[in-house]
């Protein structure tokens, strides 16, 4: 991560922290993911992990459509 990259989430301006397929989310938007992720079911964290980063990305910007920068 660095000065270069951006949260994946559009509009936002808060510094990066951890990565989203091959984007990069800040802390608040990751975490969002991640509970977004859960409530998809268990099975997502499994299925998940196992994916390519491309496949990944899919998952990212099907969650992005949903998130709301306040």
């Known amino acids: 991560m660095g000065d270069t990259q951006?949260?994946?989430?559009?509009?936002?301006?808060?510094?990066?922290?951890?990565?989203?397929?091959?984007?990069?989310?800040?802390?608040?938007h990751f975490l969002n993911f991640l509970k977004w992720r859960r409530k998809k079911g268990a099975q997502m964290f499994s299925k998940y992990a196992a994916m390519t980063m491309p496949e990944r990305d899919v998952v990212a910007t099907e969650w992005v459509k949903i998130v709301k920068v306040e």
Request: proline residues 9%.
């Open 6 to 28: 951006h949260c994946l989430v559009p509009n936002c301006t808060n510094k990066t922290y951890a990565p989203t397929g091959t984007g990069v989310a800040c802390k608040e």
